[in-house]
Structures are given as C-alpha cells and as structure tokens.
C-alpha cells in the first residue's frame, strides 16, 4: 500500500490523535478501500488548511463537520474515525451538492469540510484516479461473479491511484 506512514491529525481534550490509512480500514472493515481512501485524501487536504484558520492551529476532532453528496460506507466510516462526525450528528449525505456538471464520474466526489472558524470544500480533480469503467460496473443492478470480483480489483487499484499521490493531486479546495 502506498505511503503507510501518512497521517492525519486532529486534537481531542488536549491529546493529539493521529490515523493512518490503515487505522482507518480496520474501523472500515475490507468492503469499500477506495471510499476509505477518498476520504482519507479528502482530510488529508481539507485539515491542514482548516488547521492553520484556527486559533493555535489545532482541530479539535468533535468540532468538524462534513456534508457531501457521496454516500458511500467507506467514506463515511473514515470520516467517523477521524472526525466522530456521524455519531456527533455533523456529518450529512446531501444529494444536492453533487455537481452533475462535472459527469457521473466525478459528480459525487465534493466533500465540504468545516469548523467554526473556516469551512472548504474539496473537489476531486479530473485526473483518472476514478475509472468510468467503476461508476458504470457499480451501478450495474445484477453483477455475474466474473464482474464481481473485477470490481473488487478496480476498488484496489483506484485505492491506490490516489493513496500513492498527495491529498493535493487528488482533491483540489475552494473557500
């Protein structure tokens, strides 16, 4: 797996807390790497600039929130570990801040990240690091075993396009 030592840093009652990847696909389970890795980029570009429009520049962890319109599990658990933003009602699933302009592909890929202070939103670039050939299998209702298993490949593989690039190759911020 690309870069193991990369972390993501938030503060909790004075006590840094830092998460890997890996922290966060044992929380995740083996389902969905490539929504873990989606939003582990997603933090990994949103917190530092968060970090550094809050006073001390600390996050406090139960202080972030996220809304998106993506609903994926992957994502969600990530986002929980790091933030314990689902459990502390700060984290909404909300459909109209896809961007269908931008193409089934990369629509749903927009996470909004905040705090009190500061708020920006991530926006996946338009780089390959999701297949169209994903999106379409993903939505396919009935799936053969053979389509199956070469989903699972394609979730790796995308897992890693962006784990092996900084989160600022992967997702570009507004705000």
């Avoid at 922290?23 to 083996?30: I, S, T, V």
């Avoid at 338009?126 to 298993?149: H, Q, R, Y």
């Avoid at 490949?153 to 600022?168: C, G, S, T």
């Amino acid at each position: 797996m690309p870069n193991p030592g990369r972390t993501l840093t938030v503060w909790e009652d004075g006590v840094q807390l830092d998460f890997t990847f890996a922290d966060c696909m044992k929380y995740h389970g083996p389902g969905f790497p490539g929504g873990v890795a989606h939003a582990f980029a997603a933090l990994g570009r949103a917190l530092p600039e968060l970090a550094s429009r809050n006073p001390g520049g600390r996050l406090q962890r139960r202080e972030i929130r996220v809304r998106t319109p993506f609903g994926g599990p992957g994502a969600r658990d990530a986002f929980e570990l790091v933030t314990r933003a689902v459990t502390g009602d700060r984290y909404a699933v909300l459909p109209e801040l896809a961007r269908p302009e931008r193409g089934s592909t990369l629509a749903r890929y927009v996470f909004e990240l905040s705090t009190r202070e500061a708020s920006v939103t991530c926006v996946l670039r338009d780089d390959g690091i999701v297949a169209d050939e994903f999106i379409e299998l993903t939505g396919k209702p009935e799936k053969s075993p053979e389509e199956l298993a070469h989903l699972e490949v394609l979730k790796l593989e995308m897992r890693d396009r962006i784990l092996q690039r900084d989160p600022a190759l992967v997702y570009d911020l507004e705000g």
